[in-house]
């Protein structure tokens, strides 16, 4: 039992780092003279081309009972989903064109305070103590963990914009996630819902695909950027999560924050003070204190 729940934490913790690491490699991408369009586009697509491959070998190699197919209607529900997908992609790429990795990733983590707000107006219920003192935690870390009160540098405001928008869109991709067409085989679901991103992604580059895209993105980028935001982290985690419990799981993931601030620190040498590594720890512990209860189930 400890050696399942140990794998499953290792294999969410790994699909999270994934996550983490990716916007470090955007912006080693846009230091090369790669667009955001061609970023997104590139990753999108060839995530998109991988996740059909795989699923067709997982209906293949299924033994048992064969998965379920997905109805019209399924399809339709869960492209509609995926274009949160593609938005926050979008809108996260922009952010971190204005701003570094590690505020941008600490802007993307405004999702578990806006999930909060979320859930609160659907099901018409006032948030716990714990939900609430754990959205004082995010803010209060927020502050610190951008160091707005400190730097004399101006933090662009569109970046801050552009963030807090991929924000909102992944709270949407996350609910959506765990409500849409939930019968489904997860890599069946990740197929629909990445079509749903590649669709808007592709609407969004439309203008900028013609002889000023470079295509080479597709050999260099886009294979890397695919195998870090749209293959491993959806693999691991539909493997990892089911040995584990809820709360644990939403824990580890978390893990996403200090690996991406860590990785642009090392591979971008962008600076992080102690200051910073404060609010980042706070955020972290929201994230612990909002999920203290299904912790113990």
């Excluded at 699909?15 to 470090?24: D, H, R, V």
């Excluded at 952010?95 to 405004?110: D, E, F, K, T």
């Excluded at 992080?272 to 999920?291: D, E, P, R, S």
Aim: contains cysteine.
């Amino acid at each position: 039992m400890k050696n399942k729940i140990l794998l499953g934490g290792i294999l969410v913790g790994l699909g999270a780092a994934s996550y983490g690491i990716l916007t470090t490699f955007v912006k080693l991408a846009y230091s090369e003279g790669y667009s955001i369009y061609e970023v997104t586009f590139s990753q999108m697509l060839v995530g998109f081309a991988c996740l059909l491959i795989l699923n067709f070998f997982y209906k293949g190699n299924t033994k048992k009972k064969a998965p379920e197919k997905a109805s019209k209607k399924n399809i339709l529900h869960l492209i509609l989903a995926g274009t949160s997908l593609g938005l926050t992609s979008t809108f996260y790429y922009l952010a971190v064109q204005y701003v570094s990795v590690s505020i941008g990733i600490v802007l993307l983590m405004q999702s578990v305070w806006m999930g909060v707000v979320f859930n609160s107006i659907l099901t018409k219920e006032k948030p716990s103590f714990l939900k609430i003192l754990a959205v004082i935690l995010i803010l209060t870390g927020t502050v610190l963990a951008t160091n707005i009160l400190f730097d004399k540098v101006t933090i662009s405001p569109l970046g801050i914009l552009f963030g807090l928008l991929a924000a909102l869109s992944y709270t949407v991709t996350i609910y959506t996630s765990n409500t849409v067409a939930k019968h489904l085989p997860a890599i069946t679901r990740s197929k629909w819902m990445m079509l749903g991103g590649l669709v808007i992604v592709t609407l969004i580059s439309i203008p900028y695909l013609n002889k000023s895209f470079n295509w080479e993105v597709f050999a260099k980028w886009g294979p890397i950027l695919a195998l870090f935001g749209t293959i491993l982290p959806p693999l691991l985690m539909t493997q990892g999560m089911p040995k584990i419990n809820v709360g644990l799981g939403v824990i580890i993931t978390s893990i996403e924050l200090p690996v991406a601030v860590t990785a642009a620190y090392l591979l971008l040498n962008e600076n992080v003070i102690f200051l910073q590594w404060i609010g980042i720890i706070l955020i972290l512990a929201a994230i612990v204190v909002m999920n203290s209860r299904k912790l113990q189930q």
